[in-house]
């Protein structure tokens, strides 16, 4: 259906191992429970994975363990080099692996290209990065010596990704890791096994061409419990974990417990202030992806918006008449503009909140609901709803994942405004539109947004990759992707270096002997 078939094979995927759960690949040993893969486009079963068992586990930490001997001793550049050999592969996938992201995951063929996109650019980051591990020099206090810092590889990465960017991802980690000299270990979505599968077959046939150890790339698949084998592994120095903040906060625990690092990328409760001075129709096309792009099932989605009363009804309108124009159906049709929830759980989730909202005294001005019929098999597509609220209800002060927007208003001056969109746990992503010079950079000032992603004139969702991606206070204070990102991936070494035939003591301190 919709050449996912076809999308299956271009990826190295036999058809009838995908249907019998008996695929296998390169270093992802998995002989546990079947695990089962339902579109959310249409409801069908796209296909069976088998669960890591901990033996199985095990037998990847330790070819993980090995190859880290000598993936380590690589240079850097030459790291780089089989980095820009998996590009290529993904450049020459991009369709069928875009595609199945997209009937995999929900999202729209256009966001699931651009997923695959996304890999490709943290690939290219990463070869050009392969060549700029840079540390620093320092001037030594003591005649005749140098200091330098530099910087070595961790060892084993585990990785830990949701299923919302199914790929992408996990790419931001590995990519980095690789050029960094670390050794990867991934546990997808259980909501996304297959995505997690064709990718780690791509990685190891680059691995393999290269005739390079297969334990670079491992992949693990399962649930939470096959993820605390890994962050409850000494073995393990670093895990990047992205997902809910209930599943953060288990995760850091259990790695802090064995002071090993972590970098969480967790969830967020993104808004936009919409001051006086803002240009109303960029808003309107800002907010309204922000809130219903990928079924508002990104963790920059926009959750809340906060407008200035002068514009407030005007603003409103606006985005309401947005909202009647919306099409809901397959997104692999690009005619559609939202496409479904990943399951009905977060169907569940999706009708809970708006209850919720409604109960604390919030008002519905765009009405919700789940849709049936043709083409709503799966009874995983709903309307994206709209609901007045103010920022102190319990269920704003939380991520509802769905597309569900929180309108709300501020009076008198913009620190009104930083103080709702600040008023709540999470710190990923805000924005503000403004025109107003003044406006724009006390938002981006100490006192302005507390987010790690704060915008002008664009919306919360989507980030390039060129800068540091992640967020504050309950988002987890990871950062990945660009920026100096890469260092999180390697160890610190500062080294003094004596070419005197004495030996000065630090500090002056004299000890004759
Ligand atoms: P989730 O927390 O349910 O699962 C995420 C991953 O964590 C899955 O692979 C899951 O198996 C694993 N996991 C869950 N509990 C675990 C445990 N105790 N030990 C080890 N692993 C465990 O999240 P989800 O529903 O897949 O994704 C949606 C959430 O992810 C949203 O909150 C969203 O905001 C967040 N998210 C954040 C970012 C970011 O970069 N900040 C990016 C994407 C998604």
Redesign the pocket.
Known sequence: KFGINQALKDLGLRVDDVNNGTSTGKNWFSSGDVIESYSPVDGALIGKVKATTEEDYNKVIETAADAFKTWRSMPSPQRGEIVRKFNDELRRLKEPLGKLVSYEMGKSYQEGLGEVQEMIDICDFAVGLSRQLHGLTMHSERPGHRMYEQYHPLGIVGI??????PVA?WAWNTALAWVCGDVCVW?????TPLTSVACQNIAARVFDEAGLPEGISCLIT???V???L??NDERVPLIS????????K??AQ?VAGRLGKSLL????NNAIIVTPDANIKNTVIGAVFGAVGTCG???TSTRRLIVHEDVYDKVKEAVVDAYKQLRIGNPLDENNHVGPL?DKDAVKHYQAALDKVVKEGGKIIVEGGVLEGEGYESGCYVKPAIAEAENSYEIVQH?T?APVLYLMKYSGDLENALALQNGVKQG?SSAIMTNNLREAERFLSVEGSDCGIANVNIGTSGAEIGGA???EKE??GGR?SGSDAWKIYMRRQTNTINYTTELPLAQGIKFDL
Do not use: P
């Not at 546990?187 to 909501?191: A, L, P, R, T, V």
């Open positions: 830990i990704s949701a299923f919302n960017f991802v546990k997808g979505s259980e909501k399962g649930d939470y096959v993820g605390s890994l962050t974990a992205t997902g809910s903040i209930r599943m953060g288990i995760v259990a990328e967790l969830g967020g099932q990104r963790c990943i991520e994942f990923l991606f992640g967020g988002t987890g990945e």
